[in-house]
């Protein structure tokens, strides 16, 4: 029986949550490893998130992940930061010690971990970008580790398509990048088509980011999205003969990068991962 005075809090903040299966993930690795700590969802909206975030119920958790819409709000709100998340320009991760928020970045490890476990290589490849929010800035940094050498962003708001040229366009002199425009015929010069829009997201599983049509056998599909495991643009892709990868490595390689972070353990290299993958899988459609 645990003692309830040593549990250690973890939640998820963000808004939207429905779609979140952070509590499944955590609760399975607590139960593998035996960790004595709970794992909730905290539904805050943008308006409300500064002012939550000094209160009570935040301040006595361990550590928290942050999600769609705070992961750059959440940054100015820090007592640290460290490096790599500033260079990446968001926060998914956050601890919380001696009542100070230290804030990380491990989507961008995520990323680069399902590279890795599905044998994606990206180096020298050409690739188009879908969306422009915290996800595509943490993608971005992993593709550039990896040696990308362009990359084309197609996003609803210009603006932001900017912001991912401004901070990332001119660090590697073998990387171009750019906003993907009319002069585009086709989809044939991409190599990989990322998704990082929640454009296809549970609930609204009906809809695909691009029209599948445009989707060719030489290409490789990646999601970022794990909740449904096959959405609509992944399923197109296969159908077109397409390469395609789900979000699902990504999603559990940055939880488990945000436990080591939080116990300063090494839970990503003890856990057993296929377990863990498929108690999360069974849970999803
Ligand atoms: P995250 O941190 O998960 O990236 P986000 O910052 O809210 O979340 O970004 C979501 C991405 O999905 C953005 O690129 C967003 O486009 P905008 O920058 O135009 O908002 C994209 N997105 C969300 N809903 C969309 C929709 N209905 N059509 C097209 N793009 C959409």
Redesign the pocket.
Known sequence: MHRTENIKEFAVIGYPLDQSMSPILHAEVFNQLNINATYRKIEISKQKFFSQLSQKYIKKLTGFNV???H?KLIMDKLDFLDPIAEKIG?VNCVLIKEGELKGFNTDYFGFDMSLKKNNIEVNGKSVLLL??????FSVVYALIKNKTSKIVIK???EN?INSLIDRFGSVNKHLEMSKYDESYHSLNSFDIIIN????GMYPSIE?S?ISSNQILPKHTIIETIYNPIKTQLLKGSKLNGAKVFDGLDMFIYQGLASLDIWLNENISETIKYQNLKKKITNQLC
């Open positions: 999600t769609t819409p992961k968001a969306g422009a929010g915290g996800v595509s996003n609803r708001t932001k990082c829009t929640s454009v809809y980011p």
